[in-house]
């Protein structure tokens, strides 16, 4: 298991970040595989409706997630610093205390999700047709917000102590458990989308599972009952880096539902095309989110050993990685996209067509603006590395008000083609902030550092 983890204060920066966002990268690409599956299943097997209602549940349970992830991430900065300070003890009492804290949020999270899925979905004028069954897929996914809680905290720790294989190693068996589910449930068992969830949920908590018994042979992660002890100094200290994340993810999710209420009042065939493409999201951004875990881990480690100057090379090295690989998984969704979008969509010739039609130039918009999201991923996260994130918070916030505004004015102004271009302006927005507030703390901790 030590082998695993990774000292990122030594070595050359890019072949670091490459060789630990190679395994981030592949456990995101075996994550999403079995998303691509649901969506496969549901829209081949269960119709257009089917596809629709889990599309139209998109962004309620990404804000969810959003929330857990943030919470999650935020703790692990702490762990990161300790970590490459070499403070085990402090190591220790962060990762008791973040247990205790997550436990407390998954409580009150799934009860307040299931508490608002139904007025959200109203408020957000899903179609009559298919609301009863997004908000079913809901409940479900709301009931195992505790499981989903336990594995990205899990995986969050491994991350922060450079262990990119280990959660690689969780994806796997959770892909390929999900898989098997899906068809069981959905299809042998005649499930349905109730049967969708269940197999995520079941496939979260066997990753959970993997984690944990990987995360007890790490010898000095032998935990005290101390180490839970919940200390206010601590606390605030953890709560100061996870929620300014999990409102950042948070108020993102909702500038999306923004986006869903306008989608969903052009009809089922555009929310059904617009969910095709949104499935592929996560395989756009896979390599920028990789990359964002590794500098979090990064920069983290390298601040607390006291290295400024690896800080500054490693954000070069990665803004060029990022960047080189964003033209290139453009190029191919743009080469590929209709045959991948193709796995999703059903129903008669007509419908299938414009659904199409609307994927395909969604996914196409998205791809040309991949520079300007890779960027942003690498960017935020070598702030948040630094300890600071209310930065990243703010541009979460231009994010917000960017995909706001372009969803109001640009349908206004040019029709349906105009929500294509939302999620771009968003982006373009949030690298406004980011941009400028990197080279901020840059300054900052380089005055810092200097004699006198």
């Not at 690409?29 to 998109?58: C, E, P, W």
């Not at 899903?126 to 917000?145: D, H, K, N, Q, S």
């Amino acid at each position: 298991m030590a082998s695993h983890m990774k000292n990122m204060t030594e070595g050359k920066p890019a072949r670091l970040l490459l060789t630990f966002s190679l395994s981030l990268a592949a456990g995101n690409i075996f994550q999403q595989l079995y998303t691509v599956v649901d969506t496969m299943v549901v829209g081949k097997y269960l119709g257009v409706n089917a596809l629709a209602a889990v599309g139209a549940s998109d962004w309620l349970n990404w804000l969810m997630l959003g929330i857990i992830q943030g919470l999650t991430q935020g703790f692990a900065i702490k762990m990161a610093q300790d970590f490459g300070a070499g403070r085990e003890d402090d190591l220790r009492k962060s990762v008791g205390s973040s247990a205790v804290l997550s436990a407390m949020s998954a409580v009150v999270l799934m009860v307040l999700g299931q508490l608002a899925a139904r007025p959200v979905l109203m408020l957000l004028q899903t179609p009559a047709e298919i609301i009863e069954y997004t908000l079913l897929y809901l409940r479900i996914m709301f009931a195992g917000v505790p499981i989903v809680m336990l594995y990205n905290l899990l995986a969050c720790i491994l991350r922060s102590l450079g262990d990119s294989r280990t959660p690689l190693n969780a994806m796997i068996v959770a892909s390929l458990t999900n898989i098997v589910l899906d068809y069981l449930f959905v299809m042998g068992m005649e499930w349905g989308i109730a049967g969708a969830a269940a197999a995520t949920l079941i496939a979260q908590a066997v990753s959970g599972v993997f984690c944990f018994w990987h995360i007890r042979k790490i010898s000095f992660l032998k935990m005290g009952k101390t180490d839970f002890a919940l200390q206010r100094e601590r606390t605030a200290h953890l709560f100061v880096l996870g929620l300014p994340m999990a409102f950042q993810n948070g108020i993102i999710a909702i500038g999306g539902m923004i986006v869903q209420f306008v989608v969903n009042s052009y009809g089922v065939i555009f929310i059904a095309g617009f969910t095709a493409t949104n499935k592929l999201y996560g395989l756009l951004e896979i390599a920028g989110t990789s990359y964002g875990y590794a500098m979090v881990t990064y920069v983290g480690q390298n601040l607390g050993a006291g290295k400024i100057d690896r800080i500054r090379s490693g954000m070069r090295a990665a803004l060029r990685i990022a960047l080189g690989t964003s033209v290139v998984i453009a190029l191919l969704m743009i080469l590929l996209g209709r045959h991948i979008l193709g796995l999703f969509i059903s129903g008669t010739p007509e419908a299938a067509e414009k659904t199409m039609q609307i994927a395909y130039f969604y996914l196409t918009v998205m791809s040309f603006s991949l520079p300007v999201l890779y960027v942003l991923h690498v960017t935020r996260a070598a702030i948040q590395g630094m300890g600071n994130t209310v930065l990243p918070m703010l541009s979460g916030v231009a994010e917000f008000v960017m995909r706001t505004l372009s969803i109001i004015l640009l349908p206004a102004l040019f029709g349906q083609i105009g929500i294509f271009f939302a999620e771009t302006a968003a982006w373009i927005g949030a690298d406004a902030v980011l941009i400028p507030s990197y080279l901020a703390v840059m300054r900052k901790l380089m005055s810092i550092r200097r004699p006198g």
